[in-house]
């Protein structure tokens, strides 16, 4: 499985924009980026993926670099409940369906 | 979304003994489901995937006989932890999706196992 690179935690103020970078310079062609979140005491959550265009949903935007080395998961307006640790995850949906988890970022945010 | 659930959610035993935890997809079928284990501190570490119908298949370093994995059903994997002892105690944590295809796992609430 590919490895991705992260930052091993971040901080940020309540209502701020949150970028959290992921590097994965071994990225093949038909690895999806997928990224998920932990929040203390639970199992992980879905948040987004992408292949090549940048992507939008309710929870984050995920941005890709054009060479798709890294990425750059974008929570718009941090509040409280989004402090977690977030994944950032390779999968190949053509050969594995399992996920691997790398160390994660873990995000504090202040209020 | 898609619920995966676990029980018991904690759980306590003495060493020696034996834990089964389960784990449930509650609106889908699933024919294969994931565990992992989880130290404070740390990431999810992979330690088998559930094939229901047959052998699960394990990770390298991960003991069968100690970690049992049946999935008799479309809709429950279960994993014993036989002869439990205090460096088995961690958070264990199932995984799965509606579909071989589908782009999202959902993942159980996870099982905190204490043994003393």
């Known amino acids: 499985d590919a490895k991705t690179t992260q930052p091993n935690s971040m901080e940020s103020n309540e209502e701020e924009p949150v970028h959290l970078p992921c590097n994965h310079s071994t990225i093949s062609g038909t690895d999806y980026i997928h990224w998920y979140r932990q929040l203390p005491s639970q199992g992980p959550e879905y948040v987004i993926h992408?292949?090549?265009s940048n992507v939008n949903n309710r929870m984050a935007s995920l941005a890709i670099a054009e060479d798709r080395k890294s990425s750059t998961l974008i929570l718009h307006r941090a509040t409280l409940r989004d402090a977690a640790v977030y994944y950032c995850?390779?999968?190949?949906?053509?050969?594995?369906?399992?996920?691997?988890f790398g160390t994660g970022t873990r995000l504090q945010v202040f209020p | 979304g898609a619920v995966v659930s676990q029980h018991p959610s904690r759980v306590i035993c003495k060493s020696g003994t034996s834990v089964k935890i389960e784990c449930r997809s509650l609106d889908f079928q699933a024919t294969t489901m994931f565990w992992y284990r989880q130290f404070p501190k740390q990431s999810l570490m992979l330690m088998a995937t559930s094939n229901e119908g047959s052998k699960a298949t394990y990770e390298q370093g991960v003991e069968k006989d100690k970690f049992l994995i049946n999935h008799a059903s479309l809709t429950l994997s279960t994993l014993t932890v036989t002869s439990a002892h205090p460096e088995d105690s961690s958070f264990y944590i199932c995984?799965?999706?509606?579909?071989?295809?589908?782009?999202?796992?959902?993942f159980g609430q996870g099982t905190r196992l204490t043994v003393v």
């Open positions: 992408g292949l090549t």
């Open positions: 995850i390779l999968r190949d949906v053509g050969y594995t369906d399992k996920l691997i």
């Open positions: 995984s799965a999706r509606p579909g071989a295809l589908a782009t999202e796992a959902f």
